[in-house]
């Protein structure tokens, strides 16, 4: 990777162009002035341009270029390209850019990045890509590196940082300042300090303004305070971000099973985590899996194939109960114009449900101690709400239809639709998860067939004994 030297050039006038728009978004104008630099192999004018942008910017800037043109941004910015850039990128995005990079220049720009950003941008590449770059690295970041790549994806220990500051229990405040000023591999921020015995067993932690606040020849442990929120470093993410949240937590300390300090967790990671963990469900929600805006044709039509297959099964049983009453229809063809509404307003109504119960699971506010407190909660509401559109929609189909007897079959369906509408939110994503399936995925292709079929089958079924009609 090579160093250009520019200090002399980019001291020269140029342009100051708005990274952003007032809506948030990179300035078009900007992009079009660094792909004019790359295509002119322009590497002072894109370093003047580019160069000193935020990793989150970059990132943006990154996705926003055409694929050919990533690779050549990175080449022509050299060792002034900030890798960490590539964990604010979408993962198809980084992962092709990182197929056409050379492994040696990725250690190389990896080797100046905080552990979690590097096995951030590691822990999705080819075995074989991986092997070759981390044996480019030191030993001493190669095993760091590779003890963090060993933990189970998605826990603590992936994401945790291996940089952080420890001290012997027997140490002063004054020790802790000196070292703290004349070490120089410290990580560039922190916001504790860890106090381990012989073996690295974590006994403490100490706040740094504590340290600031007390004198020189105070103890270290007499300042500290026990970690009683040490996270384990096997711990899934999703529990960590929790207890971050419970406890306002900004760092925290992790452990191995013996309660060796193996590295920290702060909270700009867990924030991470959070919105991660949110837009998986919100994804899974409407069965898309963990696609990427930048992915594939084929490979987002693949992940959402499953379950849309799944929803036919389900809309043919749906189907199958109208066939049912195939005579009742062709007897009275306003049934067939307000079905749909039925069917409509319990798939919405089950919906709201089962989106507060997936995030009450998640969060783990839901559960054996409350169950029931919910529910009696949701088929109230259903019964209110059905009521309250029983007598909108009750009313319409009379006025519509001129007859009053249609509007009572339609009312009383949609109060019995409201109402399964509420038991099936709720009971169907806590049977889900009982039996290991996840709610947020499969929830919705089921609850969306109980209110269909339990809509179709009360509408017409009340229809035909009211009047009278072929069942």
């Keep these: 990777m090579a160093n250009i030297d520019l200090q002399d050039d980019l001291t020269a006038d140029a342009p100051v162009l708005s990274v952003r728009d007032e809506e948030g978004h990179l300035n078009h104008a900007f992009i079009q002035a660094v792909e004019a630099t790359i295509d002119a192999e322009d590497a002072i004018g ?34 002034d390209f900030d890798y960490t850039a590539l964990t604010e990128t979408d993962e198809a995005v980084r992962l092709k850019l990182l197929e056409t990079l050379p492994n040696e220049d990725i250690a190389e720009g990896l080797g100046d990045l905080d552990s979690d950003d590097a096995v951030y941008i ?72 860890y106090v ?19 004198t020189r020849d105070e103890k270290v442990t007499s300042i500290m305070t026990e970690t009683r929120h040490a996270v384990l470093a096997t711990e899934d993410q999703e529990e960590v971000a929790r207890r971050f949240e419970r406890y306002n937590l900004v760092s925290s300390a992790v452990v191995d099973e013996n309660e060796r300090l193996v590295g920290i967790l702060t909270v700009d990671d867990i924030v991470d ?19 990427e805006i930048s992915d594939s044709v084929l490979t987002i039509a693949r992940s959402r194939l499953t379950w849309l297959v799944v929803n036919l099964g389900t809309a043919v049983l749906a189907s199958i109960i109208i066939a049912l009453f195939e005579d009742t229809i062709e007897a009275m063809v306003a049934l067939a114009v307000l079905m749909p509404i039925v069917a409509s307003m ?36 259903g019964f209110l709400n059905g009521l309250a559109l029983a007598v909108l929609i009750g009313l319409t189909a009379w006025a519509w239809f001129q007859s009053p007897g249609l509007g009572i079959v339609i009312a009383g369906s949609i109060i019995i639709n409201m109402l399964f509408a509420g038991l099936s939110g709720l009971l169907i994503p806590i049977a889900l998860d009982k039996v290991n399936v996840d709610p947020a995925i499969a929830s919705s292709v089921f609850v969306t067939t109980v209110t269909d079929v ?6 017409l079924g009340i229809a035909a004994l009211w009047f009278g009609l072929p069942f």
């Design 46 to 79: 894109l370093l003047k341009l580019a160069g000193k942008l935020h990793e989150a910017d970059t990132g943006d800037l990154i996705e926003s270029l055409g694929e050919a043109d990533r690779a050549r941004f990175v080449r022509l910015l050299g060792d």
């Design 273 to 291: 985590v959070i919105q991660e963990e949110a837009e998986e469900d919100l994804r899974a929600l409407a069965g898309v899996g963990d696609e």
């Design 346 to 381: 319990g798939g919405n109504a089950g919906t709201q449900t089962m989106t507060v119960a997936v995030r009450g699971i998640a969060t783990q506010e839901l559960g054996a101690r409350n169950m029931l407190r919910v529910l009696r909660r949701e088929v109230l509401v």
């Design 122 to 193: 590691l822990e999705d590449m080819d075995a074989e890509d991986q092997a070759e770059i981390l044996g480019e690295l030191p030993y001493a970041d190669r095993a760091q590196l590779q003890r963090a790549l060993d933990y189970p994806e998605s826990s603590a220990g992936r994401r945790m940082q291996t940089e952080f500051i420890a001290v012997a229990p027997f140490w002063t405040v004054g020790q802790t300042i000196d070292y703290m000023r004349e070490a120089r591999d410290l990580p560039d921020s922190f916001y504790e300090i």
């Design 454 to 459: 339990v809509g179709f089958f009360a509408f």
């Design 196 to 214: 381990v015995d012989p073996t690295f067993r974590l006994l403490g932690a100490v706040a740094l303004d504590k340290v600031l606040r007390t």
